[in-house]
Nanobody
Framework: QVQLVESGGGLVQPGGSLRLSCAAS????????MGWYRQAPGKQRELVAR???????NYADSVKGRFTISRDNAKKTVSLQMNSLKPEDTAVYYC?????????WGKGTKVTVSS
C-alpha cells in the first residue's frame, strides 16, 4: 500500500510564507520523480513544481522565484517552501510521485492566502 500524506497547509496573509511537506511510504523512494500540483476552485489541476529522481527541478512560471521544491531521500519526503504568497496561490495542493510505469497521489492540503 502506497501512501502520500501532505501537511503544512493553512491560512496565511498575502506576502506570507508556508512550507508544505509530503511523506511517502514508497519502496525505492529515491527512484521516483516527485511533484506538487494545485487545484483552485473552478480550475484545472496544474503542475506547481517538480523534482526528478536525479535532483533536477522545474517550476510553473507563476511560482518561479517564490517557491522552492526539495526532497530528502533518507526521510522519503518532499517539501515545497512557498514565499511571497499571493491570493491566486489559494488552492488545494497535492503531492505526486511518478515513474514511467506508476503514479500516486496524496489527498491534498488546503492553502488559503487572504487578508
Amino acid at each position: 500500500q502506497v501512501q502520500l500524506v501532505e501537511s503544512g497547509g493553512g491560512l496565511v496573509q498575502p506576502g506570507g510564507s508556508l512550507r508544505l511537506s509530503c511523506a511517502a511510504s514508497l519502496n525505492a523512494f529515491s527512484l521516483y520523480h516527485m511533484g506538487w500540483y494545485r487545484q483552485a476552485p473552478g480550475k484545472q489541476r496544474e503542475l506547481v513544481a517538480r523534482i526528478r529522481s536525479g535532483g533536477s527541478v522545474n517550476y510553473a512560471d507563476s511560482v518561479k522565484g517564490r517557491f522552492t521544491i526539495s526532497r530528502d531521500n533518507a526521510k522519503k519526503t518532499v517539501s515545497l517552501q512557498m514565499n511571497s504568497l499571493k491570493p491566486e496561490d489559494t488552492a488545494v495542493y497535492y503531492c505526486n510521485a511518478f515513474t514511467a510505469l506508476y503514479e500516486y497521489w496524496g489527498k491534498g492540503t488546503k492553502v488559503t492566502v487572504s487578508s
